[in-house]
């Protein structure tokens, strides 16, 4: 293999990487999006401001990645489908759901989405590609932030 | 034993992760009831007892291990289902979700449930309950 040709696979493993960060980031914010919605019962405030301020930062976490792939020279993949079929986090049934289930299907949702990131940030290193990596650095430490917030709500000390 | 590398599905394999995380967390006095949780999921031959002793160990451990044990009512409700006789497939979604003590609990409430909107349905319906895998 050529010395070119192993760069571009490389380089390719960044761009798939980062379009299913775009993936997993648009399926998680719109779960917490959801879980905002429909949270009840004696924690809902707490839960649902929560919430609110985790799908928010999402939501400027997309624009931040989209806009990374095309300065990468990438057209961002976008649309509900699209998005949908590029990521593995599953969607809660539309149905009265225990708060505690909506916290842990958001832990499970931001483990897999931190997976991927942490994926993305090998291959980065692997290509040298330094603004990708901060990108991926910053994303991983938000998700392990809110997974620490996340998973302490279901501890009952 | 239906454990052979082929047909030992990676749902159960899972399963059997999850239990195995739950050890070092729980009070020793309930580790039997894990291992015979872990040995169910590993032979896959009795769903009945399996899901019994699933529920045995959520009552006994779920409020300090809530995430493990959200993770393996996921992995059962998507890889098990409850027949309840003359073709009646009950999802098991909705009954793990409430505080079922035991497998017979469920079956007294299923049966109660299909009695209700199948009046021809036989009253003993709670002997012909049995949990399968999907």
């Known amino acids: ?51 609110q301020a985790q799908y928010e930062e999402l939501f400027a976490a997309v624009d931040e990645i989209a806009e990374r792939l095309r300065a990468l020279d990438v057209l961002a993949p976008g649309g509900l489908k699209t998005l949908a079929k590029g990521s593995r986090i599953t969607e809660l049934a539309i149905e009265a759901t225990p708060a505690k289930d909506f916290v842990a299907h958001l832990v499970d949702s931001h483990e897999i989405l931190l997976g991927n ?14 603004e990708t990596q901060d990108l991926v650095i910053g994303r991983i430490q938000v ?12 501890k009952n000390l | 034993m239906s454990t052979d590398s082929t047909s030992f599905k990676s749902w159960r394999h899972d399963a059997v992760r999850i239990v195995e995380e739950l050890f070092p967390g729980a009070p020793r006095e309930h580790w039997d009831l894990l291992l015979d949780l872990r040995a169910g999921l590993l032979r896959g031959d009795d769903w ?24 393996l009512r996921r992995l059962l409700t998507e890889s098990l289902r409850l027949e309840a006789g003359r073709g009646n497939v009950v999802p098991l979604r909705n009954i793990l979700m409430r505080k079922h003590r035991s497998l017979a609990d469920i079956k007294r409430a299923v049966s109660r449930e299909v009695f209700e909107h199948d009046l ?5 319906l709670a002997g012909e309950l049995r949990i399968v895998e999907r």
């Not at chain 1, 493993?13 to 980062?18: F, H, Q, T, Y």
């Not at chain 1, 990131?117 to 330094?130: F, K």
């Not at chain 2, 009945?48 to 993770?71: G, V």
């Open chain 1, 117 to 130: 990131a942490l994926t993305l940030r090998e291959a980065s290193e692997e290509v040298n590609d330094l």
């Open chain 2, 48 to 71: 009945d007892s399996t899901l019994d002793i699933f529920l045995a160990c959520r009552e006994r451990l779920e409020e300090e291990q809530y995430l493990p044990f959200y993770r």
């Open chain 1, 143 to 154: 998700h392990q932030k809110t997974l620490w917030m996340l998973k302490s709500f279901l």
């Open chain 2, 120 to 124: 021809d349905a036989p009253a003993g």
């Open chain 1, 1 to 51: 293999m050529s010395t070119q040709t192993a760069t571009k696979q490389k380089t390719n493993a960044v761009v798939e990487g980062l379009q299913t960060l775009l993936a997993d980031t648009y399926a998680l914010m719109a779960q917490t999006h959801l879980a905002h919605w429909n949270v009840e019962g004696p924690n809902f405030f707490q839960l649902h401001t929560a919430f």
